[in-house]
């Protein structure tokens, strides 16, 4: 099975960066459509953002500008680099992968096969 590993999620203030790292083994990177995803404790997950293995890059209206999503497919890891990181930020983020897609939908989380564990982001002063 394809495996997913997330890492990065730390405590950091509001209006600060942070980068996320998703590994992915098993297959290569670029077989896969990529998506961040995000969930609150009794919470249904959020798309945050989505990658193709081409040059699709979507995002949620509430990270667009802030959140940025991109491939090292040398070292089959996708990142989520997240700036001016509010509050509602607050979340445990997970990275999921999908068939390769000529386009890729942040909603489409049933469309998603695979799952990392999350990694926990925390937004605090």
């Known amino acids: 099975q394809l495996q997913l590993v997330e890492s990065g999620g730390v405590l950091v203030q509001p209006g600060g960066s942070l980068r996320l790292s998703c590994v992915v083994s098993g297959r290569p990177l670029n077989f896969y459509n990529i998506g961040w995803f995000r969930q609150a404790p009794g919470k249904e997950r959020e798309g945050v953002s989505c990658?193709?293995?081409?040059?699709?890059?979507n995002y949620a209206d509430s990270v667009k500008g802030r959140f940025f999503i991109s491939r090292d497919n040398a070292k089959n890891t996708v990142y989520l680099q997240m700036n001016s990181l509010k509050h509602e930020d607050k979340d445990v983020y997970y990275c999921?992968?999908?068939?390769?897609?000529?386009?890729?939908?942040?909603?489409?989380?049933?469309?998603?096969?695979?799952w990392g564990q999350g990694t926990q982001v925390t937004v605090s002063s």
């Open positions: 999921a992968a999908d068939e390769p897609r000529v386009y890729c939908d942040v909603a489409g989380e049933a469309e998603y096969d695979y």
């Open positions: 990658s193709t293995p081409g040059v699709i890059r």
